[in-house]
C-alpha cells in the first residue's frame, strides 16, 4: 500500500518555498503592527494612568479647596447669626425703651393738660398763704371756704390706673 511519492516538481518547489517566504512575510508584519499596538495601546494606558492620577490630584485640591470654602461660609454664617441676635437683642431692648418712653409722653402729655389747674391751684395756694390767719373769716373753723378750683372746660383728676381711663381723665398723683 506504499504510494508511490514523487518528487515534487521545481515549479512546485518554487511555489511552495514563494507560498512560505508570502506567509512570512505576512506574520513579520503582523508581528510588526502588533509591536507597534502594544507599544501604542501603553503609551495610552501610560497617559491615561498619569491623567487619572493628575484627575484624583485636581479633584484632591478641589475637595480641600469646597472644604476650606465651607468652613468659611460656616463661619460667615456663625457671625451672622451672632449679629442676628446680638441685632434682635437691641430691637427688644429698643421697643422697651419706646414702650417706656411712650409711657412717659402720655403721662407729660396729661401734665401739660393738666398745667392750667396746677396753675390755678397754686395761685389759690399762694392767694391762701399771703391772706394768712384772719380772724374775720367767713369760715368758723379758719379754712377757706370751699370754691371749685377746676377752670371751665377742665377734667377732674384720676387715680385710676386703666390706661383707657387716662384717656379720659387728668393725671393724679402727688407733684
Not at 507599544?39 to 469646597?66: C, F, H, N, P, Y
Not at 373769716?137 to 381711663?165: E, I, K, M, Y
Amino acid at each position: 500500500m506504499a504510494a508511490s511519492c514523487s518528487p515534487p516538481t521545481p515549479v512546485q518547489i518554487r511555489e511552495a518555498n514563494a507560498h512560505l517566504a508570502a506567509l512570512h512575510g505576512r506574520v513579520a508584519e503582523l508581528e510588526a503592527r502588533l509591536a507597534a499596538a502594544e507599544e501604542t495601546v501603553r503609551g495610552q494606558a501610560g497617559s491615561l494612568i498619569r491623567k487619572d492620577a493628575e484627575t484624583r490630584r485636581a479633584l484632591e485640591e478641589v475637595g480641600r479647596q469646597k472644604g476650606r470654602e465651607i468652613a468659611a461660609l460656616e463661619e460667615q454664617l456663625r457671625s451672622s447669626e451672632e449679629r442676628v441676635q446680638e441685632l434682635l437683642g437691641l430691637i427688644r431692648e429698643k421697643d422697651g425703651l419706646i414702650l417706656r418712653l411712650r409711657h412717659r409722653s402720655r403721662l407729660l402729655g396729661e401734665i401739660c393738660r393738666c398745667r392750667p389747674v396746677l396753675d390755678t391751684l397754686l395761685a389759690q395756694m399762694s392767694e391762701g398763704e399771703r391772706l394768712g390767719p384772719d380772724s374775720g373769716d367767713d369760715s368758723p373753723d379758719g379754712l377757706l371756704p370751699d370754691s371749685n378750683c377746676v377752670p371751665d372746660g377742665a377734667r377732674d383728676f384720676s387715680l385710676g390706673s386703666d390706661p383707657q381711663d387716662s384717656d379720659m381723665a387728668l393725671f393724679g398723683t402727688t407733684v
